[in-house]
């Protein structure tokens, strides 16, 4: 039977850790009673003893005097409770009913209870903060609910209703008016624009005055509802009640009017407010600001306009925040339960060792009537939400809502552990057989075929570093898992489809165990003589492509398709949000700029067809070749600087969000300068090499210890390092930063005059790649070992939605 205390610290809330009660310090409480009375019991019996054997009536030893000594202890106890109330002040004492102190017999029992009701209050204190913080926001997520529900059903409203207007107008005019080739077609896209916010200047300008005025008085019509909407959910207007703006937006007069294209005007001190996280939320936004500043009506520049993509985008976005709120419930309801049954089990050794039974029912009864304890309040809000999420976003489908709330953890089954040791059993055996193969043809001698060697060494190597950093997470999410580093949470990934390290362990060996495959078919048809052999190499590529890009839910789509949504927020940075998991992947991609040159030859050397012809020198001499490496090498720098400087402008102008982009910059110069080097090798360009390098890699290394792991506190409690540590041995820190120092040193090689042949040389250069990659593996877990400290410092748990609806500040 698993230990109720491993079992409660495999359970906490990893974040919320320090508001947990601490019941191994408890535990430690009761063990010093235990120790402290087994030593008292022989003095106490030898007093006793004394005491009685001294006395009138003495008998001498005898065999009951253990007998007569647990008497006179009772009698004691009894004469005790009988003592006068100045007797009863003056011994140690306990807490009551009443909140006041009743007795205690020993030091540690009221030490015990002491640092108990510490740890009740602070459990009380985080509880009662948790509590309302969700009360509030679960307050403020009804009523921006309420608000688009209003929203929704006025625009549904108005956009039936134009569309039978649309369709009487379009037969009357068909009979009066010229081809319609001639008209607006404002009956197809009516609805449209009655959605669509922002009406282009060619919509403005075009129609008669008749429907100019009749998209007037709609557009007005649509406002005073949606204003009266919002002012029946509580929201007030500057400058007048819902006559006066509705008096100003069906006046005829008006030149610029609100209803143009009938557009719909949200008053100005209420707007929806969609976070520009994407390039066409952001051209909206602009767009959005341009039209205000040129409008001519009057209205007030920060006014919002109500369109479909809004109501949609606002939509999701309270439906996200139903599901943080929900899920902050859940865990603020295992939080009081966790606590509940710690104090009992607590309790129940504390009676049994110290035997007061009074004192801990006293006890037991206040934690019943804490606020932790009893208070249901996050159970119904819970219950609302449940209710309130069935009947707007699941559509009534309680199987639907619950799969949103209440995801199902995958279940682990033993095929993925069996695929594994298949496929890495394979992958052993074929490499056996290749390397036995390549030395008999004498491939990797100085005399073999340098086609192969220059052909085949840049594709599988692509992959062997692939299927190596994909191990490597894995064991970095082996090692998040054991130490309960909340890495799903970081990233924000959805934990019913994240990956484990079991899945990123079979994805590592079925890449080599294909790879090897297709190195030994490869190698037999070259030795029998076959044509287009290096056509398998593109065959591969083409076979991993196709798996990447596949539709079909097989091979961990989920996984896939985020992977390559963070890699096109990556690429189209800065226009995209920047999140924990596009930073992270940023940084892998810095260490895989080896792969991406190998990429760049494998998409020259078949994109342009010189396989047929073995015409290796085609994508490695020409000047564009040379270009492009530079800017590949570049590329990942450049990646991680725009999304620092987007960082930058969006977290209020950070400091440290510039230095971040100024490591990526001196890492670009570096490199720069050893791409000039190779090209001219002069003792100028060396030290230009050495300076740029290292001052480089300082940057870097400073940026590691310090801003990525947070080590290198001098008033740490741990020499050199960070007050919290999540390993036990703090010597593995110690060797953790002297291997990251090292292998950074790694660009020292280039300037090495190393003379090695062919096979030499990329064996190095491939040698450099891996360990390179090792070392981001291992940098990895740091990082997210400093960000899971940070969370739990801020008992963050869970994500904080932006809520769209906002009110603006008026004067």
């Not at 600001?289 to 919002?304: H, I, Q, S, T, Y």
């Not at 596009?582 to 050397?605: G, K, N, V």
């Amino acid at each position: 039977m698993v230990k109720f205390s491993r079992e409660y610290e495999a359970s906490i809330i990893p974040e919320w850790k320090a508001a947990f009660v601490d019941y191994k310090c408890l535990k430690k409480l009761i063990k010093r009673i235990k120790v402290a009375r087994r030593d008292a019991a022989p003095l106490l019996l030898a007093a006793t003893a004394a005491s009685t054997s001294g006395g009138a009536g003495s008998y001498g030893f005898s065999v009951l005097d253990p007998v007569r000594a647990l008497t006179a202890r009772f009698a004691g106890g009894a004469r005790s409770a009988a003592a006068s109330p100045e007797e009863e002040g003056e011994e140690e004492s306990l807490e009551s009913d009443s909140g006041e102190l009743v007795q205690a017999t020993d030091k540690h029992e009221q030490e015990f209870l002491e640092r108990a009701d510490e740890e009740l209050d602070k459990v009380n204190k985080f509880y009662a903060s948790q509590e309302s913080e969700l009360l509030s926001r679960g307050e403020a997520l009804i009523e921006q609910l309420r608000i688009l529900a209003d929203i929704k059903r006025i625009l549904a409203d108005h956009a039936a209703a134009r569309g039978r207007g649309g369709r009487a107008a379009a037969l009357g005019r068909s009979a009066s008016m010229p081809p319609p080739s001639m008209s607006p077609s404002l009956n197809g896209s009516s609805g449209r624009h009655l959605l669509s916010g922002l009406a282009s200047p060619q919509s403005m300008s075009d129609g008669s005055v008749e429907m100019q005025q009749a998209a007037v008085a709609e557009g007005a019509a649509v406002a005073e509802e949606v204003m009266a909407a919002l002012e029946r959910n509580g929201v007030s207007f500057v400058g007048g009640g819902i006559a006066g703006k509705a008096k100003k937006a069906k006046d005829g007069n008006n030149k610029q009017i609100m209803g143009r294209g009938a557009l719909l005007q949200l008053p100005a001190t209420v707007r929806i407010d969609i976070p520009p996280t994407s390039p066409g939320r952001a051209a909206l936004k602009v767009w959005e600001e341009l039209v205000n500043v040129l409008r001519k009506d009057g209205a007030d520049p920060a006014a919002a306009f109500v369109h479909r993509k809004k109501v949609q985008h606002a939509e999701k976005n309270i439906r996200d925040a139903f599901l943080a709120l929900y899920q902050g419930l859940e865990l603020l309801k295992k939080f009081s339960s966790l606590n509940v049954k710690a104090f009992t089990k607590i309790l129940k050794k504390f009676v049994k060792v110290s035997e007061q039974q009074r004192a801990t029912d006293l006890f037991s009864e206040k934690v019943k009537g804490s606020p932790f304890s009893s208070s249901d309040k996050v159970l119904q809000l819970a219950d609302e939400v449940e209710c309130i999420f069935l009947r707007h976003f699941a559509g009534n489908d309680r199987k639907v809502a619950m799969k949103y709330l209440k995801p199902q953890q995958p279940r682990n089954t033993h095929m993925i552990t069996f695929l594994v040791g298949l496929f890495t059993g394979t992958f052993v055996s074929l490499f056996i057989i290749y390397s036995v193969l390549a030395h008999v043809a004498g491939i990797f001698s100085s005399t073999g075929s340098p086609a192969y060697m220059d052909i085949v060494y840049h594709v599988f190597s692509m992959f062997a570093l692939i299927s190596l950093h994909v191990f490597l997470y894995g064991c970095n999410l082996f090692m998040w898992k054991s130490t309960r580093i909340n890495h799903n949470f970081i990233f924000d990934f959805a934990s019913s489809t994240a990956l484990t390290h079991r899945d990123a362990f079979l994805m590592s060996a079925s890449i080599m165990c294909t790879v090897v495959l297709s190195l030994v078919i490869n190698l037999f048809l070259r030795n029998a003589g076959a044509t287009y052999t290096d056509a398998l190499p593109g065959a591969l590529l083409l076979l991993s492509t196709g798996v990447l890009f596949c539709p079909f839910n097989i091979f961990y789509r989920s996984t896939r398709y985020c992977f390559m949504r963070v890699m096109r927020n990556i690429i189209f940075s800065p226009f995209y949000k920047v999140l924990m998991a596009d930073f992270f992947m940023a940084d892998q991609l810095t260490s895989q700029i080896p792969l991406l040159r190998h990429m760049e030859f494998a998409a020259c050397y078949f994109m342009a067809g010189t396989f047929r012809n073995h015409a290796y020198e085609t994508c490695t001499t020409s000047s564009q070749y040379t270009h492009l490496a530079y800017v590949i090498s570049f590329l990942p720098y450049y990646w991680r600087a725009m999304q620092c400087l987007r960082r930058y402008l969006e977290e209020g102008h950070d400091i440290n969000q510039l230095a971040n982009a100024g490591k990526y910059v001196s890492a670009m110069v570096a490199a720069a300068v050893r791409f000039k080097y190779a090209a001219a090798p002069t003792p100028l360009w060396m030290w230009m090499v050495i300076i740029s390098s290292s001052g480089a890699t300082i940057y870097q290394l400073y940026w590691d210890f310090v801003m990525d792991w947070g080590f290198l506190n001098p008033k740490s409690k741990n020499l050199w390092l960070r007050d919290q540590l999540i390993l036990k041995n703090k010597s593995i820190y110690y060797v953790s930063m002297m291997l990251n120092l090292a292998l950074r040193l790694a660009w020292a090689q280039s300037v090495m005059k190393l003379h090695l042949g062919r096979v030499e040389s990329r064996l190095l250069d491939f040698t450099l790649a891996s360990l390179e990659i090792i070392r981001r593996g291992h940098w990895n877990f740091y990082r997210l070992e400093n960000e899971h400290l940070n969370n739990a410092g801020k008992f963050r748990a869970v994500k904080t939605v932006p809520l769209p609806f906002r009110e603006l500040e008026t004067d």
